[in-house]
């Protein structure tokens, strides 16, 4: 088979995780007869360096053509006083694909378990969610929004506003992830306040009547953040709006202990559907440590992994990464953060990280 792959290693320590995918994309391909082409381009604040635009035609036509984008991270403190900043590059390029749906696990790999800001009795039970964001719409995107004075006094506004059809789509993206977990879903939502989390809930109901098999929750977003610290177990799938997601997949990876293990994916739909998808790992561009080879590749393979189950249909290679990830931790080596106060154990650079991680596969 042949796929196609963009990658945009962009600010910070993306190139050298990048780097490190390239050498586990290359191994996967060793092993399993593969063929992936890889086109990079440029992105956030190089790419304003090099263009003056945090997200260049090009690029953007080079992803459009892509089965999937492999992403770094963006941005720094030296863009930071620039019209565009280079985060407005990514979000212009979710928009762009209509990247409407965000998948985040939080997992406590056992090897980890120590670093949980957690007790440990609240973690031994195994944690493994994944929070299902949606994320071209509601109060991040909805109009009208700014600021004005009003009786001499300075105002600002945003507008939370979400259409059946948004919710629909990423209900459905939630019960599909869940048929293939543990087929349960925690919706999230304010609908004791909110006329959007009213509409949410119906919405969500109706969406449920074709997924029969999956089991679907409810909470408000207070109390599910509370869950989230007391019994984080509980959770398989959890569904909800882009403002709420966003603070609670933060949270669920600070049960997990470092951001520097998290991958995610954001999709415009099934991959069978014609639907694309960008991969990166949350951690962001760590300006402070770029160059340095101290960076967690993890994330960005992990990420990897993501893309090759989820929209190449390769889950045997996707196992094959996440077990070599695996192994490495289990043989006791660490990245400085993830190694625990005490650790005794060989502290890895990020180049070194890669290749071993290659290997295994």
Known sequence: MNKRIVLLPGDGIGPEVIAQCLKVLRAVEGKFGLTV??????????????TGDPLPETTLAA??????????????????????????????????????????????????????ALHPRTVEKGVDILVVRE??????FGRPAGEEKR???????NTMIYSEDEIRRIARAAFSAARSRSGRVCSVDKSNVLHVGRLWRTVVEETHRDWPDV??????????????????????????????????????????????????????????????????????SAPDIAGRDTANPFAAIL???????????????????????????????????????????????????????????
């Open 215 to 284: 089991e679907l929750s409810h909470l408000y977003v207070d109390n599910c953040a509370m869950q989230i610290i007391i019994n984080p177990a509980q959770f398989d799938v959890i569904l909800t709006g882009n403002l709420f997601g966003d603070i609670l997949s933060d949270e669920a990876a600070a049960v997990t202990g470092s951001l520097g293990m998290l991958p995610s994916a954001s999709l415009s739909g099934p991959a069978e559907d014609g639907g694309t998808g960008i991969y990166e790992p949350v951690h962001g």
């Open 151 to 157: 009786g001499g006094r300075r105002v600002a506004f």
């Open 37 to 50: 082409d890889t086109e990079e381009a440029l992105i956030g604040g190089a790419a304003i360096d090099a």
């Open 135 to 140: 994320l071209t719409g509601g109060l991040y």
């Open 63 to 116: 992803c459009r053509k892509a089965d999937a984008v492999l992403l770094g991270a963006v941005g720094g403190p030296q863009w930071d006083a620039c019209p565009r900043r280079p985060e407005s590059g990514l979000l212009a390029l979710r928009k762009q694909l209509d990247l409407f749906a965000n998948l985040r696990p939080a997992v406590v790999f056992p090897e980890l378990a120590e670093l949980s």
């Open 303 to 361: 990420s990897l992994a993501m893309m090759l189950r989820m929209t190449l249909g390769l889950p045997e290679a996707a196992d094959a990464v996440e077990k070599a990830v695996r192994a490495v931790l289990r043989e006791g080596r660490r990245t400085a953060d993830i190694a625990a106060v005490g650790h005794k154990g060989a502290i890895l650079g990020c180049n070194e990280a890669g290749d071993l991680t290659a290997a295994k596969v």
